[in-house]
């Protein structure tokens, strides 16, 4: 290669480089000790050195490793680039959701929790449904929700009375924070409108038939619309929100939603070893949604007439994973009851035996 030739190249790769250098300083100072290295090489050749294998086998290793620097370059700011966008992304995916919800919403559900959000953010993810699929939604918060809920309300009734069971508290946390129930605290305290979806007509269509029927007097005893699920998510999902913005918090939590979620209505018989919690029907037919067994069976066992009053005893069962469970109920005054305690019965049983 002639001397000019030498140059010129020589030239392009100093304005190449300096190219570099301006897009980021320290890394190109690596490349920088590689062009003076080759320049080195050059200086060699030009000063009349012999034109031999090696020189030119020099030369060559010295536009290789350059070629080989630049190369380098490329692909670490194409890599800084891509984790760059990617944790943008996650970092503000809360944020896309505030730009959809306006501030009326925020306190609204807020006056509803009486409580006031540090971190907005954690509120709208909250409400936001996983159609929503370029924001963020409740489901992590959800998870969460439901285990502090759980947690709390188990200490809480725990605490509260000593004398109770195992058995006698989990049936009384399985009623506080069931489904059905968490659905009628959101259906009771509207929080449907607050929540942000996509594409779920029907799911919308069921909804609006639940909250009506709520409206209308019915409570989760009477009800035949079935709770959707959607409801509970959400509670559980405002759960979750507030216990990360109280910083796990678990007593600061409960002192909030023990209102929520109307605890005060939860009664407590006082012999609870014969008497049947209220709504044990509802429970039942709820446990079978949830685990996808077949909907409970009541049968009439026996009505009569005993002096001036009609006593009814009714069976149920249920087609559960592990085959039929049966239980027949005690004897009571009315059909209602009588179901109710079959249901009761049956669902103790199938905690005693572990099935549920």
Not at 123 to 140: I, P
Not at 308 to 322: A, G, Q, R
Request: hydrophobic share 40%; glycine share 4%.
């Amino acid at each position: 290669m002639s001397v000019f030739g030498i140059a010129l190249f020589s030239t392009k790769t100093y304005f190449l480089l300096n190219y570099w250098d301006c897009l980021d300083s320290k890394r190109s100072l690596i490349i920088r000790s590689l062009y003076f290295t080759m320049e080195h090489h050059y200086t060699q050749l030009d000063d009349g050195a012999s034109a031999d294998v090696k020189p030119a086998s020099n030369f060559g290793a010295a536009v290789l490793t350059v070629l080989l620097a630049l190369l380098l370059q490329i692909f670490w700011r194409c890599c800084r680039s891509i984790c760059r966008n990617h944790v943008k992304k996650y970092k503000f995916s809360s944020s896309s959701a505030a730009a959809n919800m306006d501030g009326s919403t925020i306190a609204a559900v807020e006056k509803i929790l009486k409580y006031t959000f540090k971190d907005k953010r954690l509120l709208k993810e909250a409400l936001t449904h996983s159609s929503c699929r370029e924001d963020m939604s409740y489901e992590r918060l959800e998870f969460i929700g439901d285990a502090a809920l759980g947690l709390a309300v188990a200490t809480y009734f725990f605490c509260w009375e000593p004398r109770l069971n195992p058995d006698q508290l989990t049936l009384l946390r399985t009623k506080s924070v069931s489904n059905e129930r968490l659905a009628l605290v959101a259906a009771r305290h509207e929080l449907d409108r607050f929540v942000r979806s996509k594409d779920t007509a029907p799911l919308n269509r069921n909804v609006r038939e639940y909250v009506k029927a709520v409206k209308q007097g019915d409570d989760h005893k009477n009800l035949t619309v079935r709770s959707p699920d959607i409801l509970a998510d959400i509670v559980e999902a405002l759960a979750g929100a507030v216990y990360l913005d109280l910083n796990f918090d678990l007593t600061k939590l409960w002192t909030i939603f023990k209102d929520v979620l109307m605890i005060d209505e939860i009664t407590v018989p006082n012999d609870f070893e014969s008497s049947e919690i209220i709504g044990a029907q509802t429970e039942l037919y709820g446990l079978c949604g949830k685990r996808n067994w077949g909907k409970p069976v009541y049968s009439l066992v026996k009505a009569e007439r005993c002096q001036y009053e009609m006593k009814y005893v009714y069976s149920v069962e249920v087609e559960t994973d592990d085959g039929v469970c049966r239980h027949k109920g005690d004897e009571k005054s009315t059909p209602k009851d009588a179901r109710n305690s079959a249901a009761y019965l049956l669902l103790r049983s199938l905690q005693q035996f572990s099935i549920i």
